[in-house]
């Protein structure tokens, strides 16, 4: 069984920096690949980035050079660094963990995921 408690949600302003993280708690075999998704209103989830076991990291496009994926694996924690937040950066971020490596599954929102609540993340104007 697996659990994944996200934090670190917010409202800021166009341009500046919020930090996600994600508590990770269960099988460890069910964690090669950590990651962050994003649901924004009336849109698809869709991945965000995501961090393999071997230190591997994987990001779409229009986040590259702007959000940083990281984990500390002592303390089974994962985080998000989002830098230059932009107004469509705005969603619901969901933290998830999956068994299999991130190569084959990573951006796919199927069935390998297990995962957490969501954390609301709104910029404005």
């Known amino acids: 069984q697996v659990q994944l408690v996200e934090s670190g949600g917010g409202s800021v302003q166009a341009g500046g920096s919020l930090t996600l993280s994600c508590a990770y708690y269960?099988?460890?075999?069910?964690?090669?690949?950590m990651a962050w998704f994003r649901q924004a209103p009336g849109k698809e989830r869709e991945g965000v980035a995501a961090?393999?076991?071997?230190?591997?990291?994987f990001s779409t496009d229009s986040v590259k050079g702007r959000f940083t994926i990281s984990q500390d694996n002592a303390k089974n924690t994962l985080s998000l660094q989002m830098a230059s937040l932009k107004p469509e950066d705005t969603a619901m971020y969901y933290c998830?963990?999956?068994?299999?490596?991130?190569?084959?599954?990573?951006?796919?929102?199927?069935?390998?995921?297990?995962w957490g609540q969501g954390t609301q993340v709104t910029v404005f104007s």
């Open positions: 998830a963990a999956s068994g299999f490596w991130c190569g084959p599954i990573f951006p796919g929102t199927g069935g390998n995921w297990y």
């Open positions: 269960g099988d460890p075999y069910m964690s090669h690949c």
């Open positions: 961090i393999g076991s071997d230190g591997s990291t």
